[in-house]
């Protein structure tokens, strides 16, 4: 095992570098740049060449690239150019309420796709499979942005329940304890379940594709010929083997559970990770996307060895592969 983790992340190590050097070139590629914000009546050209030299702007591109490289390489992720500070603190600021977000609609993904699957094929082409299928495709087939206009539309202009956008109300700080954590609930609620639902919607089709499957195997129909019951068939004994295309799925959450949902985050002005990275795009803040990118990059990496690490879990068989 500890052979396999070893191996996993050396041969990370150029798809990293891969990485980083595509988006550093994407980025200077495409039209526009920092110096464009710099056009402003007040700002005078010797204090515009400043600001150049003090980002390295005023360098090619071949330096600025090599430059930028031995930072990473030392462990220095630059000073983003919008914010005036650190990227590493930039992103550290972002990442827990980018890992609340993804953690809770990771956990409201599993745990609805688990019930919808196992509900599913308790009766496989019953009229409650039937249902949950059409619902789980449809669910899965909408747009992330048109289902997150779609709530706030319902669950907050129209019927008022759950607030619209932001991580707190604006007098949260006056709260106590109590109501501080009952606001932040209210307000994790609808960004949460658009990401959750969608990704159950996945999930449940995976395992019960898989139940399904199982639940023909040998070992399930001596279980069955002895007298135990359906549900404990399914709970027990047939979802721990068809567990595993659920295991490749979690893995690759893991990048969204640490860069964030773009799309959620932007919509529901939510303080994580993707609107960090929407609001550097939009400034043409190059460091601060660089990192969140490479950042992505390695949630990649890290989520397969994840993957793999819980297949061994899951399944021991995967532990004698070489």
């Keep these: 095992m500890t052979r396999l983790v070893l191996r996993r992340l050396v041969a990370a ?53 090599l430059r930028w490289l031995g930072s990473l390489a030392r462990g220095d992720l630059g000073v983003s150019f919008l914010y005036r500070r650190p990227v590493a603190e930039v992103l550290w600021e972002a990442l827990p309420a ?51 206009g779609l709530a706030i539309l ?11 956008s932001h991580m707190h109300a604006v007098a949260a700080g ?45 070992f399930l129909r001596a279980a069955r010929a002895r007298g135990l019951s359906e549900r404990r ?26 860069s964030g949902s773009v799309v959620v985050e932007v919509i529901f002005s939510w303080p994580g990770m993707g609107r960090v990275l929407w609001t550097a795009a939009n400034a043409r803040d190059i460091p601060v996307t660089l990192a969140t990118t490479l950042l992505g990059a390695a949630a990649v990496v890290l989520g397969n060895l994840a993957a793999d690490l819980l297949y061994a879990v899951v399944d021991p068989r995967a532990r004698e592969a070489p």
């Design 13 to 65: 190590l150029p798809l990293l570098w891969l990485v980083a050097t595509l988006t550093f070139a994407l980025i200077h590629a495409a039209p526009g740049s920092y110096e464009d914000q710099l056009d402003h009546p007040r700002l005078t050209p010797e204090a515009r060449q400043l600001v150049r030299e003090r980002y390295g702007l005023d360098l090619p591109l071949h330096r600025q690239y």
């Design 98 to 148: 980018t890992l609340l977000l993804s953690g809770t609609a990771l956990v409201l993904d599993l745990a609805l796709g688990l019930v919808l699957a196992v509900g599913s094929v308790r009766r496989p082409h019953g009229w409650l499979d039937r249902l949950i299928t059409v619902l789980a495709l449809g669910v899965y087939g909408m747009p992330t942005f048109w289902l997150a």
């Design 154 to 164: 319902v669950f907050s202009l129209l019927l008022g329940w759950l607030p619209a």
């Design 174 to 218: 006056q709260l106590s304890g109590p109501g501080r954590f009952l606001d932040l609930l209210l307000h994790l609620g609808l960004p949460a379940a658009c990401l959750g639902v969608v990704g159950a919607a996945a999930t449940a089709r995976y395992l019960r594709a898989t139940l399904i499957e199982v639940r023909g195997a040998l």
């Design 233 to 258: 068939l399914l709970w027990v004994h047939a979802l721990r083997p068809a567990l595993l295309p659920v295991v490749t799925v979690l893995g690759l959450s893991l990048p969204v559970l640490v």
